[in-house]
């Protein structure tokens, strides 16, 4: 009756063990650099009485969101949503440090730190649905290392340089999810191996799905939280919820009315890979517009496209990815933070200058082009450091997408 | 070890064509009216700070508590998870049109607009959980938009005409519950067919009942924000929230006492449907009279006698509706939000007498007419449109409680 | 396909019954306590706009957190949610009473009472988690009734006796975790049996464990808002929050270094249990010492240590309090709550005398002796009428760990 773990091929021996070493160093790295340089606790600010409230829907979008949404796969469940717990954590713990080092050393902690931890994990944990169940979680935990340095580079950037100063994304599209989403297909790219492909146990089964459509619609319910927690205005803030909210109402629709197009059979049935997922593109191409007055038409229109589009590119950039340049994608964030990511910064530059205002268009551009760079750059790099950590015997030899490599339990035998 | 999918029996062909062109014709709809009608974004009124996270648990409510509830059936995990996301989205962007109209044409969108959106949504819901398993997602989706137009209908008379001016229904124990009950139950009655009786499939299994837990207590735990959102005084809120959460303890407990009382071994037992339901039905009852100051000894009371007659609703009049009525009534909202939506407008003329105050009876008891009256002729109306838009041989052929109707999987084969 | 609930052993029909007359006489006594006697609504006070929503948070954390991190036995889900879910709510009814009781006879219900009825259920899940799946519900409900009187006893002098006023728990390390773990500990030994030894059922499965997930995320996520609720000061509050969301991040990273150190095959794989467990600790032992200003290397230093010891606690202490003082703890509540707790007010000690305030260690001390004393000698009493309540016949023969005693369902047969 109870459905047990699978076999454990003892290949991961190694990378587990190392893991243990990496994070206990993490841990005192994390306490002397915390303890002994100058952190302090912020003053009460504008953000203080209601950004609690949206710092915890986006918590509840990473850890819950993100996890769940994993769980897909039918015998990687534990490390869906316990890799995505710990790389969160991680990544929480190493932005502290990294964002100290931006500050030259002097860093007040407050709720918009917290939301920026936040925000630096989901760019990591975007990267990980590239490479899940392939890679072992020493090296996930070391690209969120990486990831961390390259995304912080790239956000710091973006705020401080004069070239780039009044570029708008409020909401991500280019600095979080086109970053998460291109780093980890570069990663993807360099860690391949035809053992990627027709793998046994890459499928979903019908109980994973629903854990999976948990995650799905906490990230759908919550995403005007993440979209809006960076303005401090109130009347901006209603602005950016509203055209989330009504961009992901037609995300969902349209991958409803899309979906089916691609049933093998003809029959037009909904294919629940694309539901979980597409039904999203609508927050994630309304990042960069949503605080421009596009009106509820406007963000339909947004919604309707993101979502369409990210249906059809399950459909069929996909194998063309797999194919033509060899980046196997596990989750297809290509499809759902890539493409949608790309296409966001693209909406702002359009509603900008449709609606006038004072966004220039090169500047979105310009940002674009550098996260694209950074991103693939960084994320090659950090590939190769993921392969020099792991022996290709570990590589070569332990199973993918399962559990058991990395997960004991008594009643395994 | 994996649970797959079940066949597919092709009936459903065509309801999955023809709902693509309809949802992709609404789509059109949505992007042409919202776009060149006169829509603009609320100021930031009283209820912009603390509105927001009001919402965000409403919107819980509505797809992961109804979206969760209504995944017991052991087959029917997707499409009841699934429809529900679709069926809430298609209701957002409707109701912005239908609230368009009845605005005659131009719209303040503000928190409030995207509130008033979920409580659509959720009359919607109600009816689908009448539905659950025996129609198609078209028939749905016609549903929901014949369903806004009577919701908003009785609404919009309710709140604007004379005759009805100082009726309370802060939580929308007329208003939502009784009206979405009472719609689903009139439209199941046109849609009742024989094969609904005794369907194979028609039943739930261990995990599937879990899943339904994760609905059942968000819905149970955000009750007291459905309650209290319309709401603008701070004090009331309070005293809203109060007898909201006092009220389901009670239910909760009444449930599980008299629960028992059901088991046919004479073991006293606990019936899952009844604690899945009936723990809720405190919330549904207290609606009307939520903002008045009953005590917490008055909520008790009413959340006790609302569990109660739930728990005996489940195990007494749930079989009469089906046989002598011919209502089948999958998820028992009958006994969920008819009888407790009832009760509430009771509740709130009795509490409105004994404590004095400017509650005029008999305008509560002519909403509640005016509410069971639409409800009913307009399910009625619309059960004949759901049998006119699917063939009789889908009808006729097509599995019952079976998500493989609608859903392809790669690993179905 | 569909797996189906375990057989009926008819030995728990007595408890089953009698359980129906203990709920149905708590209804009786709360309506008549809670209408006659001098309750009233607060004013809309400090606590009124935001303190809603972070009770929001702590109530997930009690009916969704506590309900599904208990869902890992295979046998025992509906029975964890379930009776997490009748628990909390006599817990909040029953609170009501006790509180008015402590109160002479007059009670104001505000935001601050619900969030100490949330807390009062909080202890009583804790105690709950001692002793999941040996006892009955009856057993459970009457431990509720019992233990919050002594709870009530221990916060109410802690708070009030002028020994120990300026004492420090904003986050309950001592007054809800260690209070709930002992008292549940202290009765478990009192209704030890070998037959809680091996017992078959005793164990998770691969879903199961992904069930509890749920519940640990939400507990680690909305930890901030436990601990900073009670706190009115926007500043501290924020710093509370800071410190907590840090130490739980610290917590995390820690367990899963730690976790492998426990393979019995020597390839330091993670164990599920520490991982569902010890990733808290951060949260309990940040109870008392979170509105100091530690740092975040001090957090830091706070959550290592608890996850440390926690996930060796799970290693060595677990198999300890079983053979050597025949505690059966089936959550391993001692692990989780019981010694984070108590490092919980030794952290304050500690921070409090390096950082000067006026926090005085020793008045830490005695409210940490005096929570311990009550803990256990309630619990003692406790479990004696536990005992008492449910006859020898029942207690051995009736099956541990298994729905299949307290529930029925249709498809069972």
Same mark, same amino acid.
């Given at each position: 009756?109870?459905?047990?773990?699978?076999?454990?091929?003892?290949?991961?021996?190694?990378?587990?063990?190392?893991?243990?070493?990496?994070?206990?160093?993490?841990?005192?790295?994390?306490?002397?650099?915390?303890?002994?340089?100058?952190?302090?606790?912020?003053?009460?600010?504008?953000?203080?009485?209601?950004?609690?409230?949206?710092?915890?829907?986006?918590?509840?979008?990473?850890?819950?969101?993100?996890?769940?949404?994993?769980?897909?796969?039918?015998?990687?469940?534990?490390?869906?949503?316990?890799?995505?717990?710990?790389?969160?954590?991680?990544?929480?713990?190493?932005?502290?440090?990294?964002?100290?080092?931006?500050?030259?050393?002097?860093?007040?902690?407050?709720?918009?730190?917290?939301?920026?931890?936040?925000?630096?994990?989901?760019?990591?944990?975007?990267?990980?649905?590239?490479?899940?169940?392939?890679?072992?979680?020493?090296?996930?935990?070391?690209?969120?290392?990486?990831?961390?340095?390259?995304?912080?580079?790239?956000?710091?950037?973006?705020?401080?340089?004069?070239?780039?100063?009044?570029?708008?994304?409020?909401?991500?599209?280019?600095?979080?999810?086109?970053?998460?989403?291109?780093?980890?297909?570069?990663?993807?790219?360099?860690?391949?191996?035809?053992?990627?492909?027709?793998?046994?146990?890459?499928?979903?089964?019908?109980?994973?799905?629903l854990f999976a459509m948990i995650g799905t619609i906490f990230l759908w319910m919550y995403w005007p939280s993440f979209n809006s927690i960076p303005e401090t205005d109130a009347y901006t803030r209603q602005i950016i919820a509203i055209n989330t909210y009504t961009a992901l109402a037609a995300a969902c629709v349209t991958a409803f009315a899309v979906t089916g197009?691609?049933?093998?059979?003809?029959?037009?049935?909904?294919?629940?890979?694309?539901?979980?997922?597409?039904?999203?593109?609508?927050?994630? +191409?309304?990042?960069?517009?949503?605080?421009?007055? !596009?009106? @509820?038409? #406007?963000?339909? %229109?947004? /919604?309707?496209?993101?979502g369409a589009v990210s249906t059809l590119g399950y459909q069929m950039i996909h194998e063309i990815l797999l194919e033509k340049l060899k980046i196997h994608d596990t989750c297809g964030v290509h499809n759902l933070h890539g493409i949608p990511g790309i296409l966001g910064s693209v909406f702002s530059m359009v509603f900008g200058m449709v609606l006038g205002g004072?966004?220039?268009?090169?500047?979105? +551009?310009?940002?674009?082009?550098?996260?694209?760079? !950074?991103? @693939?750059? #960084?994320?090659? %790099?950090? /590939?190769?450091?993921?392969?020099?950590?792991?022996?290709?015997?570990?590589?070569?030899?332990?199973?993918?997408?399962?559990?058991?490599?990395?997960?004991?339990?008594?009643?395994?035998?």
């Amino acid at each position: 009756m109870s459905e047990q773990i699978g076999k454990y091929s003892d290949y991961s021996a190694t990378s587990n063990k190392r893991l243990q070493y990496l994070l206990l160093g993490l841990q005192v790295i994390a306490i002397a650099v915390l303890t002994f340089c100058d952190t302090s606790y912020g003053e009460a600010d504008d953000y203080t009485e209601w950004a609690y409230g949206h710092f915890q829907d986006v918590h509840v979008m990473i850890f819950i969101g993100f996890g769940f949404l994993m769980t897909f796969l039918k015998h990687y469940n534990w490390s869906a949503v316990g890799f995505n717990f710990l790389l969160g954590a991680v990544a929480i713990e190493w932005y502290y440090i990294v964002d100290l080092i931006f500050h030259k050393g002097s860093l007040s902690v407050s709720y918009a730190t917290m939301f920026n931890c936040e925000f630096a994990a989901g760019a990591c944990l975007i990267s990980f649905g590239a490479l899940l169940g392939k890679v072992s979680h020493l090296q996930l935990v070391v690209m969120a290392l990486f990831e961390i340095i390259f995304y912080k580079l790239n956000e710091h950037t973006a705020l401080h340089w004069e070239q780039t100063a009044g570029f708008r994304d409020v909401g991500g599209s280019m600095i979080i999810h086109a970053f998460g989403a291109y780093f980890g297909l570069a990663a993807s790219k360099v860690l391949y191996s035809d053992r990627h492909l027709n793998a046994a146990k890459e499928g979903a089964d019908y109980k994973t799905d629903l854990f999976a459509m948990i995650g799905t619609i906490f990230l759908w319910m919550y995403w005007p939280s993440f979209n809006s927690i960076p303005e401090t205005d109130a009347y901006t803030r209603q602005i950016i919820a509203i055209n989330t909210y009504t961009a992901l109402a037609a995300a969902c629709v349209t991958a409803f009315a899309v979906t089916g197009f691609g049933d093998k059979h003809g029959s037009a049935r909904f294919d629940m890979v694309h539901i979980q997922n597409a039904t999203l593109a609508g927050g994630v +191409a309304m990042g960069s517009s949503a605080d421009m007055k !596009i009106g @509820i038409g #406007g963000a339909v %229109i947004i /919604g309707s496209i993101a979502g369409a589009v990210s249906t059809l590119g399950y459909q069929m950039i996909h194998e063309i990815l797999l194919e033509k340049l060899k980046i196997h994608d596990t989750c297809g964030v290509h499809n759902l933070h890539g493409i949608p990511g790309i296409l966001g910064s693209v909406f702002s530059m359009v509603f900008g200058m449709v609606l006038g205002g004072d966004l220039i268009w090169w500047k979105q +551009a310009l940002v674009l082009w550098m996260t694209l760079s !950074i991103a @693939i750059v #960084g994320g090659t %790099i950090t /590939g190769w450091v993921m392969k020099a950590v792991v022996s290709a015997e570990e590589a070569d030899k332990k199973e993918l997408f399962e559990d058991a490599e990395h997960w004991e339990k008594e009643h395994e035998e």
